[in-house]
Structures are given as C-alpha cells and as structure tokens.
C-alpha cells in the first residue's frame, strides 16, 4: 500500500506540473480560427464553396433532408434523365444533418446550412487535435501531447482539410486514421486487448465513407499479424480481439451503408461486396489462428498458417472482383482522364508541381523528416516501443509512396508524421533536461517551427502564377450563379469542373461534374465542346439538352480549346456566334449562356 501511495503520489506531481492540454488545443483553435476568418466571413455571407466536393456534399446533404432514401445515393439533377449513383455514403451526412436540423431551431434553412458548413470542420480539427494528443500519448508519453498539438496545427492550413466551408468526407476520413491508429498502437500492448477491438471501430466505419485510407488499413492490419507471428501464444488474445471486433464493425457498417439490392454487386471505387468479403475471411481467418494459437508453437507454423489467412483473404477479393487491385478509377474513361482529372489539382503527382519548389519542399519535406525520425526512434527502442514507431514509420512510409502517386494523400499521411516529429522533439527536449526549461522550451518550439509545414513554407514562399486561378474563381463565386438561378429549370451542359456549383447554387440539371462515375454526361460535355459547331449541335440536341454555358480559364477549359481549335469550346472563347444558338444575356455574371435555337 506504502509503494501503491508513492507512485499515485509520483504520478500526481508529475500532473501537476504539466501544462494542461486545453492550453494547447484552445489556442491552435483560435489560430485556425483567425487564419480562416475571410473564408469564413465568405461562407457566412454568401454561402461560398471552395471545392466542388463541397458544394456535391450539400446537395446530397439537401436531398436527404428533403426525404430521399438513407440508401438512394443517387444524384437526381446530375446527367438527366436518369441521375448519377454516386459512390459516397451517408455517414457524413449524419453529423451534417443532425447540425443542420439543430441550427434550423434558430435560423431559415439557407442560414442553417451555411452554420453548420463553419461548425463541421472546426469540432473536425478539435477532434483531430485531441486525437494528435492521444496517439503522442500512446507513443511518447504525456508530455509529447503538447508539441503534437501544435505541430498538427502548423500542418492543418497546409492541407486545407478543416477550413471553413469544408464539409466534405476528407477531414472526417483524417480524423478516423488517426484514432484507427491510435488504438491499434494501444492495443498491441498485452494488457490493452480491447483496444484492438475497438480499432476495428473507426477503421470500418473509414471504409465506408470511402476507400482513401486503404493503403494505411494495410500497414494496421498487418501490425496485429506481424505481432503474432513474433510472440505466438502470447499475442493470440489481442488478436482474437482484433478479430472479433472486424467481424462485428464490418459487416455492421456494410448494412448500415449499403442497400440490400446491392449486397452482391462489388465496385472498385466504393465499400461493396469484393471488400466486405475479404475483410471477412480475413478475420475469421485471424479469429482461427488466435483460437488454435497453441498448436502453431513455432515461426515455421505461424509464418504458414498466417500465409494461408492472407492467401485466403486476397482470393477472395479476387475471385469477387479482381480489375480493382490495382487503381480504385479504373472505369474512368481514357479522355476524361486526360482532359479532366489529369489538370485536378489534388489528384496529380508530385512530379507534377517540381516546377513550384516552395511548394514541393513545404509538402514533401516534413514528411519524409517524420519518416526519418519515426525510423530512428524505432532503432533506439526496444520490445513495445520499437514495435508501434515500426508501424508508424510503415504508415508514413506508404503514405508517401501513394502522395506520390496524387499529392492529396499529403492531408493524410502529415499528421502521422507530425506524431513521429513530435516523438523527435521530446527526445531532444529530454536530452535538454540541464538547460533551463524557458530556453529548452524555445528551441523545441523553434525546431518544430522550422520542420513544420507552416514554417517552411513562410521561410519559402511560392510566387506562382496567381491569374488562371482567380480566373477559374470568378466561374465558381456564390454571386456569379444568381441570375443564372433565377432562369427556369434547364438541362444545362457545361464545362466538369462547375457542375457541382451549378447544382448548389441553381435548381438547374447538369450534365458533367467532376465525378468518375458520371462517364456519359462528362464525356457528352467533353465531346461536344471538341467537336465543331455542326457536329456539337446535333449531340447536344440528342442528349436533350436546353441550355448551354460557357466560362472560360481553368485548365480544363484551357485543355479543351488546345485540343481543338476549331472546336465549340474555342469557338465560344472567340465570342463567336453561332446560328444555333441563342445567348441569354445574364446580369454581373461571367457566365456565356446560350439558349438551343428551335431545330430547322
């Protein structure tokens, strides 16, 4: 009782003596807040969407709240007649929904969305600071917290995730690998088995919002395995536990996500049938090696019987759909791919913005720095420790391979790396311990403020060609769509990338939106802004298309007059007139809209 006392005691100054970790998260908060202030003042006053995934979001957002089906995902307005299934969830919409109805006690709809739309993304970054703490907890230890706070709060405006306005399902998405992870590194302590269970939670309910956390999902599935395969009967009750707790949250947010009609129909792009399969005979598989654990008392046996659930798994996601192992867009038509999702920001390659050093050095570097580092620290620590900064370090590592491959994984894979360089800053700040704690405090915070996202990209700032973006910015402001809203309702074709703003802003039909799925409307679009006028005007009159709009700027419209110089959409660049069409003159708008002539 005496020790029990002297440690309770140990452990209540060591408390005392810390600083509180609301001291940390109130104040990044605050600094996000006034960071964001103008985009904020923006959505507030006019409603504006910074990404078209945003603008998407809201629309489906509506819809559900107007009485369409939990399960019905189909856009209704976008590519007429029959509307687009799209490949999200509802699991956004749930919170969204739920803030929206609150704040319609107090405001008219339109006002209540636009609250909800600034309150989302900041208890978003709330939650992803106390998750930043957690993990630094789980890892490091107490003291970490702090630092891992801060240094995630100067990689946040990097990533753009969590900025007013964003209500999209990347924050979200941020949020669960963060706890998916936190929990995995818990539980692979042997005292801590439920924690694994309890992984499986966040990480099922990621596959279902989307697949963008996958590669990730790897390295966590694996951490249990590796584990089993080291210690054998030993670890077979955490991983009995991580397997029953896959068994339970899978199939749960399968149901709970997807329509029974569509239980045996598998999609690359989307939680369904080849995934759930898998993710089942994987588990029963582990379920099984941890039950019969004490008959694989040897590496040889483990290492087989771990082959065989692996060999199983992988089968079975074969056998149901065996085209999506390798790129989730794979039903992405040839064209599109290059006029279109070739010239979308967040999903080009790194290689892509070599021509922008600030930018890749701001990006990149801190990144690979938490790699180092979280290698480093699994090399000096031993058993444990060294087991959860292993998977740390495999996290960042495949998380930077799949950045390279679309720089968008960086909003991902940057606040694990923060984790790993606040691992770093603790080791430093103990090796410290003589110098007084004002001066040690200074250099860790100056060290994280040079290594940080934020930091580098201050010391190196970007000058890059700021006017095609302002260009395509006046085509997406919330006041450019008001006269075009007040037309009557028309199937509109126009360019991909204003689509969804044309269904958030208007009660009009569109054709293209920069969607993967909606391969015929956007090739529609595309084809018939290549072809020249005579050959445009008969597809869109086939499609049954009302109104046509033009606005030029952006790369895609750039794309679209290169590649054919005498096609409609250079035509309309020109400011030529064309007999088939007949312009609808639109007040302080910087849309080009044109009515179908009567057919001749």
């Known amino acids: 009782m005496t020790a029990l006392a002297g440690e309770t005691a140990r452990a209540r100054t060591q408390t005392r003596g810390e600083i509180p970790l609301l001291a940390a998260i109130v104040p990044a908060l605050a600094g996000a807040a006034l960071l964001t ?8 006053s006019a409603g504006e969407f910074y990404d078209s995934d945003d603008a998407m979001r809201a629309v489906q957002l509506r819809d559900l709240l107007a009485g369409q089906s939990w399960f019905d ?5 976008l590519d007429p007649p029959d509307g687009l299934f799209m490949h999200w969830s509802r699991i956004v919409d749930t919170p969204l929904a739920g803030l929206d109805l609150l704040f319609r006690l107090f405001f008219v709809p339109e006002i209540a969305e636009r609250a909800t739309r600034l309150v989302f993304p900041f208890v978003c970054l709330a939650l992803l600071f106390a998750l930043a703490a957690f993990v630094a907890r789980v890892l490091v230890a107490r003291s970490a917290r702090i630092v891992a706070v801060w240094l995630v709060f100067l990689s946040a ?19 669960l690998l963060m706890a998916s992870f936190g929990l995995v590194a818990l539980g692979l302590d042997a005292k801590r088995p439920l924690a694994l269970a309890a992984a499986a939670a966040p990480l099922a309910l990621s596959l279902a919002i989307s697949l963008e956390n996958l590669p990730f999902f790897v390295v966590l599935l694996a951490a249990p395995a590796i584990l089993f395969l080291v210690e054998g009967v030993a670890a077979s009750r955490r991983l009995l536990h991580f397997a029953l707790g896959l068994l339970v949250f899978a199939p749960l947010t399968f149901v709970a996500t997807v329509a029974p009609s569509r239980y045996g129909l598998s999609a690359c792009d989307a939680y369904s049938a080849v995934h759930i399969r898998a993710l089942i005979v994987g588990a029963l598989g582990f379920a099984a090696l941890g039950v019969f654990a004490p008959s694989l008392d040897t590496l040889a046996r483990r290492i087989m019987g771990l082959g065989l659930v692996g060999a199983a798994a992988l089968g ?13 867009l794979v039903g992405l038509d040839p064209l599109l791919r290059e006029l279109w999702l070739s010239h979308v920001t967040e999903a080009k390659p790194l290689k892509a913005f070599l021509a922008d050093p600030a930018l890749l050095v701001s990006t990149a570097a801190p990144v690979l720095l ?3 580092a979280a290698f480093v620290l699994a090399w000096r620590a031993e058993g444990l420790v060294r087991g959860r900064w292993a998977m740390l370090a495999a996290a960042i590592l495949i998380g930077f391979c799949a950045a390279l491959w679309q720089i968008r994984v960086f909003s991902s894979v940057t606040p694990l790396a923060m984790i790993a360089l606040a691992g770093a800053a603790a080791a430093i700040s103990a090796r410290l311990a003589s110098v007084t704690p004002l001066l040690r405090g200074l250099t860790v915070g100056l060290l994280c403020l040079c290594v940080s996202p934020m930091g580098l ?8 060609d700021a006017a095609p973006r302002e260009t395509r910015r006046a085509c997406l402001e919330a006041g450019a769509f008001s006269s075009l809203a007040a037309l009557a309702p028309a199937r509109i074709v126009a360019p991909v990338d204003i689509g969804a703003h044309i ?15 909606d391969n015929r409307g956007n090739r529609l679009a595309v084809d018939a802004f290549l072809a020249e006028p005579a050959e445009a005007e008969r597809l869109l009159r086939a499609a049954g298309a009302e109104l046509l709009l033009w606005c030029g700027g952006g790369e895609t ?25 007949e312009k609808i003159p639109l007040e302080r708008s910087p849309f080009h809209v044109f009515a179908l002539r009567p057919a001749q």
Do not use: K
């Open 370 to 372: 938490g790699l180092v």
């Open 557 to 581: 419209g750039n794309a679209l007059t290169e590649r054919a110089p005498h096609g409609l959409a250079a035509a309309l660049s020109r400011g030529e007139t064309l007999p088939f069409l």
């Open 316 to 328: 079975a996601f074969l056998a149901g759909a065996p085209q999506c192992l390798g790129d989730p």
């Open 503 to 517: 269904l958030a802003f208007t009660p009009h039909f569109v054709f293209a939106a920069p969607y993967h799925r």
């Open 73 to 77: 995902m189909t856009a209704r307005r």
């Open 457 to 464: 990209a201050l010391a190196l700032q970007s000058e890059g």
């Open 157 to 175: 405006p990097m990533f753009m995730q969590f900025t007013p306005g964003r209500i999209d399902h990347h924050a979200p998405q941020i949020i």
């Open 37 to 44: 202030l103008p985009r904020a003042r923006a959505v507030w």
